[in-house]
């Protein structure tokens, strides 16, 4: 009767063993972020560049918005450009963002070539 009890220990002992393996493997960082525009006109070609890699969207008319998660390796400011109406190149510096950060980050386009930043990332 004992050989019984071992053989269902093992498969006990297995399940348990890949569930402590699901609750400490890698954590994978991502930042959800959202662009605003707000400028109201249509930008085109923006591109927003962080740290190790960079995203973006052929156009974004006035009042849309651009949804892209992203993962942060490094350490760098984050800046963006786009070409607004009149062939005018805007470049704006952002904040710095850091590797193993997670959280949201908006982006909210303003008129004058401005933008506001508001980021919700942990760690700070």
């Known amino acids: 009767m ?3 009890i071992g053989i269902r220990e093992k498969p ?3 399940i348990l063993s890949m569930a402590l393996m699901a ?3 890698c954590h994978s960082y991502h930042v959800d972020s959202t662009i605003e525009n707000r400028t109201g006109e249509t930008v085109q070609l923006l591109e927003v560049d962080y740290p190790s890699a ?3 969207t052929d156009r974004l008319a006035p ?3 651009f ?3 992203f993962q942060i390796e490094g350490s760098d400011p984050l800046t963006l450009q786009y070409s607004a109406p009149g062939d ?4 704006i510096a952002g904040p710095t963002l850091a590797e193993r950060q997670e959280g949201r980050l908006l982006i909210v386009l ?3 070539a401005k933008a506001a930043f508001y980021p919700q990332l942990t760690p700070r």
């Open 2 to 4: 004992t050989a019984r």
């Open 110 to 112: 303003q008129p004058e």
């Open 54 to 56: 960079s995203f973006g």
């Open 67 to 69: 949804h892209y998660r």
């Open 23 to 25: 609750l400490t493997a």
């Open 88 to 91: 005018r190149q805007v470049h």
């Open 63 to 65: 009042g849309a918005e």
């Open 12 to 14: 006990a002992a297995a």
